[in-house]
């Protein structure tokens, strides 16, 4: 990877100060590919980070579960939210933090991060359900794609000034990227992804996904579908449009088939409603 102005051990060390819960993100994805896996082993990864494990506990005696009684323990939240809710909600944990502050090189503000972030997920999640994908591993892949803008803003805040990106200028936001950090963002996130351990194909179709024609990896096109319908739904970032493929081509790759769009976008969106009020 050429890091350019940044370093991997850069990159690392920005990410490092997010909170645990990407790393038990990549720790769950692995348990829950055990059909068998049971409950106590899943609250024991949990349980190391105290504070996702607290918030935990509080969505699940929140009126999002409308429990009649209290949730007193991080087992019983499993069992009573069920592994794949847990695994949702760890991710979008995860990415929370993304609206603690705002993103003025990439004039993206930090609610909308969050959003894109948890509705690409979501989506994917559904997309893969339907062509027989791993559901786990597409919902961290839509989920941490824009991983690497995050970084590499905070990066830039310690050096010397940047000029912002302009969607309206000549130059594509890839080009910028390269320009300004020496790397783009999706090569940052996947080279991130990497080291906290996530499998190969996240952090593959998250490199990739600007450039998803004529690649045959099914993440990859997934990634670049959920995006393009996030964005028409008026979720989108900054500069992106530019890559999202219309091609009948990149349907049939992936396996979607047109006419079921609208019903993977519908129960995409009502999940994604559910979580937002969750979080508040």
């Not at 991710?91 to 929370?96: F, L, M, N, Q």
């Not at 786990?136 to 991983?147: I, K, P, V």
Request: charged share 20%; hydrophobic share 45%; no cysteine.
């Amino acid at each position: 990877m050429n890091t350019g102005r940044f370093s991997i051990e850069d990159l690392l060390r920005v990410a490092q100060a997010f909170a645990a819960a990407p790393k038990v993100m990549a720790e769950l994805g692995v348990l829950l590919l055990n059909p068998n896996v049971e409950l106590d082993e899943v609250a024991v990864h949990l349980k190391h980070d105290t504070a996702l494990a607290a918030r935990l506990l509080r969505i699940a005696n929140s009126a999002f579960f409308a429990q009649s009684e209290p949730v007193a323990s991080i087992e019983n939240a499993a069992a009573l939210i069920g592994l794949r809710e847990i695994h949702r909600l760890v991710g979008a944990v995860a990415v929370d933090h993304f609206s603690l502050r705002n993103y003025p090189l990439y004039g993206i503000a930090g609610r909308r991060l969050r959003e894109n972030a948890l509705f690409v997920a979501l989506l994917m999640e559904e997309l893969a359900d339907s062509v027989h994908e791993n559901p786990q591993a597409a919902y961290t892949t839509g989920l941490f794609r824009s991983t690497g803008k995050l970084v590499l803003e905070k990066l830039a805040t310690e050096s010397d000034s940047f000029t912002p990106f302009q969607p309206d200028s000549d130059s594509s936001l890839v080009a910028w990227e390269k320009h300004t950090f020496g790397t783009t963002s999706n090569e940052a996130a996947a080279a991130i992804l990497q080291q906290w351990r996530f499998p190969q194909e996240v952090s593959e179709a998250i490199s990739g996904h600007y450039w998803a024609a004529g690649l045959d990896h099914p993440l990859t096109n997934l990634l670049n579908l959920a995006a393009n319908m996030v964005e028409k739904l008026g979720y989108g970032l900054p500069g992106e449009s530019v890559y999202w493929i219309e091609a009948e081509e990149l349907y049939l790759s992936s396996g979607i088939k047109r006419r079921d769009t609208q019903h993977h976008i519908d129960r995409a969106f009502t999940a994604f409603e559910r979580l937002n009020r969750a979080f508040g």
